[in-house]
């Protein structure tokens, strides 16, 4: 599902983020989750199926639309599905192909519910801020690049 260079750039907060990203996107836009993404720890990127780039104004009610999910401390758990369950009721061509029979659904609170094979953190608090750096569209891909600022 996602690009991962080494596991001491892997980032829970970061991919949990990913998640919040792409169930805003979804609610505000309707078009899916990311097809493409690349998770690191200092900044990160997600690309969209589009059809023009965001405005200012729709950048800050992303900005603003995760970071309020963030401060709700939403919990965030896994459950188990077997693999024909999850075709009913998710995509799983992002998995890994050894994904096997029973596949893991990543839940934050009633927000967002995905197949994903990474690690979280346990509630959204400790996600911390979240903003969109940059965005861009080319060729029918939005790419959104966020980061996790401490500020």
């Known amino acids: 599902m996602n690009e991962v260079k080494s596991n001491k750039d892997y980032n829970p ?5 990913e998640h919040l990203l792409n169930q805003t996107m979804v609610r505000m836009f309707n078009r899916g989750r990311s097809f493409s993404n690349h998770i ?3 900044k990160s990127k997600c690309d969209y199926r589009f059809d023009r780039n965001l405005t200012e104004e729709e950048v800050e009610t992303i900005n ?10 939403l919990p965030v758990y ?5 693999r024909n ?6 995509k799983l061509s992002q998995l890994p192909e050894d994904a096997g029979k ?6 934050i609170g009633n927000y967002d519910a995905c197949p994903c094979s ?9 996600i911390g801020n979240f903003k969109i750096i940059s965005t ?16």
């Open 85 to 90: 369950d999850a075709l009913k009721h998710y």
């Open 136 to 151: 861009s569209f080319e060729d029918g891909v939005l790419r959104v690049r966020f980061k996790l600022p401490k500020d």
């Open 40 to 42: 690191e720890k200092k």
């Open 118 to 126: 990474g690690v979280h953190v346990s509630h959204t608090k400790e």
């Open 102 to 107: 029973t596949i893991r659904i990543i839940k």
């Open 78 to 82: 896994e459950e188990f599905l077997n």
């Open 64 to 73: 603003k639309k995760v970071n309020e999910i963030i401060q709700q401390d």
């Open 13 to 17: 907060e970061m991919h949990s983020a």
